[in-house]
């Protein structure tokens, strides 16, 4: 624990989630570390209580570890705040553009920027204590990386690229390039159009592996004119548990997306 500058208690909560935990979701990660000492937690406001126990009671299966009485008012209170900064964290894993955040849970930028990295810090400890007690950390590294690069799972393997952030990988899956080796074989005027800029494709092909990045003598080619990618999912095309056509928003761009 004192090589991961971790409080102690903060260990300990993890240990206690994790125990027994087959395949944690997301959320239920996102919750663990909320309640963690090392993550200050959102605040509830008037009618957050009422709000966030019914997600709770609704989801209850993913949580991890004990649930608290309500009639222990502060330990019941610590709970729901926690549950409420996992729902922003969740939020910002599925793609929920930034202004939507920052509306819905009253909270600045540096607000998600801060609990972006703490929970990232966090899972992070969480995957190396998982390791060394001999559980399986897979749902707690893909839980790290989607809060990490603010996308769904499906977009992992592209924003593992330098230079492609959620809003660029978004685009590419849209136009059904989905993985790098996608890219390393796509048609060149299609990743142009998505990238929007020669400089911008040459160095994300590079980065990808793509053995020729030149985009020389290249036009632009709309993903939609080529047979079996694009489709009617546009780049905005996904959707959150709850709003509709914000994922791929420009509005993400605001935490060093692009």
Same mark, same amino acid.
């Given at each position: 624990?004192?090589?991961?500058?971790?409080?102690?208690?903060?260990?300990?909560?993890?240990?206690?989630?994790?125990?027994?935990?087959?395949?944690?979701?997301?959320?239920?990660?996102?919750? =663990?570390?909320?309640?963690?000492?090392?993550?200050?937690?959102?605040?509830?406001?008037?009618?957050? !209580?009422?709000?966030?126990?019914?997600?709770?009671?609704?989801?209850?299966? %993913?949580?991890?570890?004990?649930?608290?009485?309500? #009639? @222990? %008012?502060?330990? #019941?209170?610590?709970?729901?705040?926690?549950?409420?900064?996992?729902?922003?964290? @969740?939020?910002?894993?599925?793609?929920?553009?930034?202004?939507?955040?920052?509306?819905?849970?009253?909270?600045?930028?540096?607000?998600?920027?801060?609990?972006?990295?703490?929970?990232?810090?966090?899972?992070?400890?969480? %995957? !190396?204590?998982?390791?060394?007690?001999?559980?399986?950390?897979?749902?707690?590294?893909?839980?790290?990386?989607?809060?990490?690069?603010?996308?769904?799972?499906? =977009?992992?393997?592209?924003?593992?690229?330098?230079?492609?952030?959620?809003? !660029?990988?978004?685009?590419?899956?849209?136009?059904?390039?989905?993985? !790098?080796?996608?890219?390393?074989?796509?048609?060149?005027?299609?990743?142009?159009?998505?990238?929007?800029?020669?400089?911008?494709?040459?160095?994300?092909? %590079?980065? *990808?592996?793509? @053995?020729?990045?030149?985009?020389?003598?290249? @036009?632009?080619?709309?993903?939609?004119?080529?047979?079996?990618?694009?489709?009617?999912?546009?780049?905005?095309?996904?959707?959150?548990?709850?709003?509709?056509?914000? *994922?791929?928003?420009?509005?993400?761009?605001?935490?060093?997306?692009?």
């Amino acid at each position: 624990v004192s090589r991961l500058y971790l409080d102690p208690m903060s260990a300990a909560e993890i240990v206690d989630g994790l125990t027994g935990a087959e395949d944690p979701s997301a959320l239920g990660l996102y919750h =663990l570390t909320a309640r963690t000492p090392d993550m200050y937690e959102l605040f509830l406001r008037s009618g957050d !209580r009422e709000t966030y126990t019914e997600i709770g009671y609704e989801r209850e299966t %993913e949580l991890l570890g004990e649930t608290p009485s309500e #009639f @222990e %008012e502060a330990r #019941f209170e610590d709970w729901l705040a926690a549950l409420k900064t996992a729902r922003l964290l @969740e939020d910002w894993a599925d793609e929920v553009g930034e202004d939507r955040i920052t509306e819905r849970y009253d909270v600045g930028p540096g607000d998600i920027r801060g609990k972006v990295d703490t929970a990232e810090w966090l899972l992070g400890a969480a %995957e !190396r204590i998982a390791d060394e007690r001999g559980f399986d950390a897979r749902a707690i590294q893909r839980a790290r990386q989607r809060v990490q690069h603010g996308v769904r799972e499906e =977009l992992l393997d592209l924003v593992g690229i330098r230079e492609v952030g959620r809003k !660029r990988a978004r685009r590419l899956y849209a136009a059904g390039i989905e993985t !790098r080796a996608d890219l390393r074989a796509a048609d060149k005027g299609v990743v142009l159009a998505v990238l929007k800029g020669e400089k911008t494709a040459e160095t994300v092909l %590079e980065n *990808a592996g793509r @053995e020729d990045p030149s985009m020389e003598g290249t @036009e632009p080619i709309d993903p939609g004119s080529v047979d079996g990618i694009g489709g009617d999912e546009g780049a905005g095309g996904v959707e959150s548990r709850d709003t509709k056509g914000e *994922a791929g928003g420009d509005d993400q761009a605001r935490l060093g997306d692009f």
